[in-house]
Nanobody, 121 residues
Framework: QVQLVESGGGLVQPGGSLRLSCVAS????????MGWYRRAPGKQRELVAA???????NYADSVKGRFTISRDNAKITVYLQMNSLKPEDTAVYYC???????????????WGQGTQVTVSS
C-alpha cells in the first residue's frame, strides 16, 4: 500500500503565505511526477503545480509567480510554497504521486486525503 499524507493547510489572510507538505510512504519503487491539485467549492479539481523526478515543473497560469513546488526525493516529500494568497485560492488541496510500487509494476496515481486552505479576512 501507498499513503500520501498532506499537512500545512489552514486559514490565512489575503496576501499571506502557507506551505503545504506531502509525505509518501509504503511500498514504493520509484516516483515519476508529484503534484498538487485543488478543488474549490462548486468547481472541478484542477492542477495547481507538478514536478518530475528530474525537477521539471509545471504551474497553472493562475498561480505562476506566486506558488513554488519543490521535492525532496530522499524524504519522498513534495512541498508547495504559496505566497500572495488570494481568496480565489480557497480550496481543498490534494497531493498526487505517479509511482511504481515494484520494478515490474505499471505507473499508477495515488492521492492524499486533502488539506483545506482558506484565504479570508
Amino acid at each position: 500500500q501507498v499513503q500520501l499524507v498532506e499537512s500545512g493547510g489552514g486559514l490565512v489572510q489575503p496576501g499571506g503565505s502557507l506551505r503545504l507538505s506531502c509525505v509518501a510512504s509504503g511500498t514504493i519503487f520509484s516516483i515519476n511526477a508529484m503534484g498538487w491539485y485543488r478543488r474549490a467549492p462548486g468547481k472541478q479539481r484542477e492542477l495547481v503545480a507538478a514536478i518530475t523526478s528530474g525537477g521539471s515543473t509545471n504551474y497553472a497560469d493562475s498561480v505562476k509567480g506566486r506558488f513554488t513546488i519543490s521535492r525532496d526525493n530522499a524524504k519522498i516529500t513534495v512541498y508547495l510554497q504559496m505566497n500572495s494568497l488570494k481568496p480565489e485560492d480557497t480550496a481543498v488541496y490534494y497531493c498526487n504521486a505517479e509511482l511504481r510500487q515494484r520494478s515490474y509494476s505499471p505507473h499508477s496515481n495515488y492521492w492524499g486525503q486533502g488539506t483545506q486552505v482558506t484565504v479570508s479576512s
